[in-house]
């Protein structure tokens, strides 16, 4: 028998707590910081599965590492487990319904991201164990990658020195090798601060940090003429100052996410948004104060590590999704347009196919659509270490990332064959790593190729650290 069909057996005869964990994660829904009760989950998995657990990594209360085996090459399997705000959606319906109005919600999928991840290295464990090779896997149980950049301050702090390979998977909608493309993201806060007056009696008197910011936005908008086309720039109101339109407002905040296609572009980015800032204070006689919140890097590809994974996807085939998935996809894709659907077949380069609501196919390898590309603290970990990604259909064909339709999917049968296929994927493309010496060594070699030309630099300055929020009280 073949390693790999070990492995898949070895998934297989573990699939349902972790599905189950799954699920209870999912019921759970917490943001960037605040995973507490969902790291509290992954860690008893992780004791009830014989792992030896690290807590606090990096500082962090909701980071964990369980690690197994001797000797060997290190194999990271990274899981997430964060969610996001404004996403609350009850389960296995095909129509906007909040559990909670204005709550949070997994509405892209990383209940079942950390729980397939641990699942997978709970399976290489079991291999281990079995065989008596020397080898470490070690699952990285990592929060905050929507927006709070925990994996670049764990790369920062040293938790992946010693790690020879990384491996990871997200929830989507084709199955297929991650093409490896991401944008350096930085998420910088802009704080105005003026002089408040009566805006009728003393308008004359008063500085807005307001106006301020709205000339901010009107400078950055104008800008985007002159930037990469690839690059990309948000903003949302942190603070508008208050609801009195007759009170001149002194305070005002914004937050910006600038992005672009690599760590320098993005830099550059940085400089030429905070001169406009600069220029917005200098113009209403305001100060700015500028503060960087987050930041990641664009991610590097491995291509010995795609080539073996994708042999892994192409021998195990698609998702084994059957007819009553198929039925509540087709619900799902009847709450979309067709230019969703479109959107997701021109964006992997494959010609749309009729009456398909779930990826019932693989991507072939080196296959490229339409560019459209979002960011991910998975990126500094490329940088740091070989790493690989999958992308495993879990949810119907069209449904946009970060939707309330993601979040309706997130417990439903489809959603735990899919993560039950990343896990098997991301085992066996471990399994074959610690098994064989040359792969390895080729990983490392692309790796430090790449490197060597653009050394890393972690994006985060160094004075920055983990937005961590308290543990809340108990009720």
Same mark, same amino acid.
């Given at each position: ?36 009760r969902?790291v ?21 209360p ?22 996001? =705000?404004g ?12 559990v ?23 399976a ?18 990592c929060?905050? #990658? ?21 491996i990871?998977w ?32 003393? =308008? ?7 106006d ?19 690059a ?8 508008a ?10 305070s ?28 917005a204070?200098?113009?209403t ?32 085939g ?40 779930l ?40 449904? =946009? ?9 997130g ?25 064989? #010496?040359?792969?390895?060594?080729r ?9 060597t ?9 160094a004075?920055?650290k983990? =937005? ?8």
């Amino acid at each position: 028998m073949q390693n790999s069909e070990i492995i898949w057996e070895l998934v297989d005869a573990k699939r349902q707590p972790f599905e189950a964990l799954s699920d209870r994660v999912w019921g759970m829904p917490e943001i960037a910081y605040t995973e507490y009760r969902s790291v509290g989950e992954h860690i008893a998995m992780l004791k009830e599965q014989g792992f030896r657990i690290t807590e606090n990594v990096a500082g962090i209360p909701t980071a964990v590492m369980g690690e197994a085996g001797e000797g060997g090459p290190v194999i990271a399997i990274l899981g997430e487990y964060d969610a996001l =705000p404004g996403l609350s959606q009850e389960a296995g319906i095909a129509e906007p319904k909040p559990v909670e109005a204005g709550g949070h919600g997994h509405g892209c999928g990383h209940n079942m991201l950390g729980s397939a991840a641990l699942l997978a290295a709970t399976a290489v464990k079991d291999w281990l164990a079995r065989t008596g090779r020397p080898g470490r896997v070690r699952y990285f149980g990592c929060p905050a #990658e929507e927006g709070g950049a925990a994996k670049a301050f764990m790369v920062r702090a040293g938790a992946f020195d010693d790690v020879d390979v990384a491996i990871s998977w997200h929830p989507a909608t084709m199955t297929k090798v991650d093409d490896a493309l991401s944008l350096a993201n930085t998420r910088m806060d802009f704080q105005f601060t003026g002089r408040a007056s009566h805006a009728a009696a003393a =308008p004359h008197l008063g500085r807005s940090a307001l106006d301020a910011v709205e000339l901010m936005n009107v400078g950055v908008n104008y800008m985007r003429e002159h930037m990469p086309s690839d690059a990309r720039i948000h903003y949302a109101y942190l603070d508008a100052g208050g609801i009195a339109p007759n009170v001149v407002q002194a305070s005002a905040k914004v937050r910006y996410a600038i992005r672009a296609r690599d760590l320098a572009g993005m830099l550059e980015l940085n400089e030429r948004v905070k001169k406009i800032a600069e220029g917005a204070a200098l113009m209403t006689e305001t100060t700015v104060s500028i503060s960087i919140m987050s930041a990641v890097s664009n991610m590097l590809g491995n291509t010995p590590l795609e080539d073996a994974m994708f042999k892994n996807i192409d021998r195990l085939g698609p998702v084994p999704f059957d007819a009553a998935d198929k039925a509540y996809a087709a619900k799902i894709q009847a709450t979309l347009g067709p230019a969703d659907i479109l959107n997701d077949y021109r964006k992997t380069g494959i010609a749309p196919r009729e009456d398909t609501p779930l990826c019932d196919f693989v991507v072939p390898q080196g296959t490229r659509g339409v560019p459209m590309i979002g960011s991910t603290d998975v990126a500094d970990v490329s940088w740091k270490v070989p790493t690989i990604q999958a992308r495993v259909a879990t949810h119907a064909i069209g449904t =946009p990332g970060h939707s309330w339709q993601i979040t309706a999917q997130g417990k439903a049968p489809a959603a735990h064959k899919g993560m039950v296929h990343a896990a098997k994927i991301m085992a066996a493309t471990a399994v074959d790593v610690i098994s064989d #010496e040359t792969l390895l060594a080729r990983a490392k070699k692309d790796h430090q190729e790449r490197v060597t030309r653009t050394p890393y630099v972690c994006p985060i300055p160094a004075e920055v650290k983990p =937005p961590i929020k308290p543990r809340p009280q108990a009720a």
